[in-house]
């Protein structure tokens, strides 16, 4: 299995924010691990397909679908977005309530998470990213 980059160091979200756009990465506890190069054609394939059919489900709710790349922002406490350590851009995002919007993505724990695994994250997705998502509240992943 090939291992994903990793940037040594301790970072926040002040640091991320001025990463060039063409590389992707995500911070866990201040930790930065490099996105995957783009995903294969048929995870690409199932991701639409999911977002689709939720999209259609939630028509007329005040739920919101979004997809990867959308900044999740995971503070530990009440700390400001400069400090904040925890960034993540899962595939699809489900988010139903709107006071976590905002113009940078989605500020706090979401109601529902999916990751479409793939070879190179499935390890991170499963172990590291669950986890995660269950200490800050995440409703379902």
């Known amino acids: 299995m090939a291992q994903l980059a990793y940037k040594p160091g301790r ?17 866990i506890g201040g930790e930065a691990y490099a996105m995957s190069p783009a995903p294969a054609r048929i995870h690409q394939e199932v991701v639409v ?3 689709r059919r939720i ?3 939630l028509q007329g709710d005040r739920c919101r679908v979004y997809v990867a790349p959308f900044d999740v922002r ?6 400001a977005d400069a400090a904040v350590e925890t ?20 500020r706090g724990a979401l109601d529902w998470i999916i990751e479409v ?11 590291r990213k669950r986890a995660l998502y269950e200490r800050h509240g995440v409703r379902e992943y």
Request: with cysteine; aromatic share 10%.
């Open 117 to 127: 695994l793939s070879p190179t994250t499935a390890a991170r997705d499963q172990i």
């Open 74 to 79: 995971l503070p530990y406490r009440d700390e």
């Open 11 to 27: 970072f926040t979200y002040a640091d991320y924010c001025t990463w060039p756009d063409k590389e992707r990465w995500e911070l």
């Open 87 to 106: 960034v993540v851009q899962p595939d699809i995002a489900v988010i139903c309530d709107p006071s976590k919007l905002d113009e940078k993505g989605c």
């Open 49 to 51: 397909e999911l977002v």
């Open 55 to 57: 999209g259609n489900h």
